[in-house]
């Protein structure tokens, strides 16, 4: 399968039959979305900065509710969770992703604000590729992104909904976020794109992956 980091909270996932979905898709945040195609688009929340699901060519069916699906041999589940640390009561709901491409599992924590538990670990276990938000202020923090990732152990994590360059939303750098793993954990990427395959993923350690933003 492949994984295109499409900037901010959005991502390409693509399966070896060819089913694509669109995790995220954002609007006016500074930098102008690339222009994809997909089967599918998913909302994590209702924010400008995760709904632009007309951005999206193609057609695609837009998942934005708790349940489980299936989209072109692609099983998609979709978890109830919180937008910050007060069971909603701020930000309201956001919805995780858990997608199976490939034999991999795949999990998207959209704008997840609440704090680690081990009821919502047991939910999105098992997971071999994490998507989390890092940048804080309205998501989890680089330090509670730690704990996630040592508590849900992935073979592979990939940061978003950190600053970068022309973004005009107040959240901080990924740097944070990596200081808190050794050098040799962490692969900075000049590609918005990298291809896995479920026989190179190892349990036996975490590799932090820092990605490009496709820009066209």
Same mark, same amino acid.
């Given at each position: 399968?492949?994984i ?29 979305m ?10 994590s ?16 069916v ?21 937008h910050d640390?007060?069971?909603g *009561?701020?930000?309201? =709901?956001?919805? #995780?992703?858990? %997608? !199976?491409? /490939?034999?991999?599992e ?26 989390i ?10 330090e ?5 990732v ?9 940061p978003?909904h950190?600053?970068?360059k ?20 962490? *692969?900075?990427?000049? =590609?918005?794109e #990298?291809?896995? %395959? !479920?026989? /190179? ?7 932090i992956i820092v990605?490009e933003?496709?820009k066209e």
């Amino acid at each position: 399968m492949k994984i295109r980091y499409l900037g901010h909270s959005c991502f390409m996932l693509t399966e070896s039959t060819g089913t694509t979905i669109v995790t995220d898709p954002y609007g006016a945040i500074g930098y102008k979305m690339p222009s994809v195609k997909a089967d599918a688009v998913t909302v994590s929340h209702g924010h400008y900065d995760h709904n632009n699901v007309g951005a999206v060519k193609g057609s695609p069916v837009i998942f934005d509710e708790e349940g489980t699906y299936e989209i072109g041999g692609v099983d998609v589940t979709a978890i109830k969770s919180y937008h910050d640390d007060e069971n909603g *009561e701020r930000r309201g =709901d956001n919805l #995780i992703f858990k %997608f !199976r491409m /490939d034999g991999l599992e795949i999990c998207h924590l959209g704008d997840l604000g609440e704090e680690c538990s081990s009821a919502l670990i047991e939910m999105l276990l098992p997971v071999h590729v994490l998507l989390i938000p890092v940048g804080g202020n309205y998501t989890i923090d680089a330090e509670q992104a730690k704990e996630y990732v040592d508590r849900i152990m992935p073979a592979i994590v990939i940061p978003m909904h950190y600053k970068t360059k022309g973004l005009n939303i107040d959240v901080d750098k990924v740097d944070d976020f990596l200081d808190k793993f050794e050098s040799d954990e962490v *692969e900075e990427l000049e =590609d918005s794109e #990298i291809e896995l %395959f !479920r026989d /190179d993923i190892t349990e036996d350690s975490t590799k932090i992956i820092v990605m490009e933003r496709a820009k066209e």
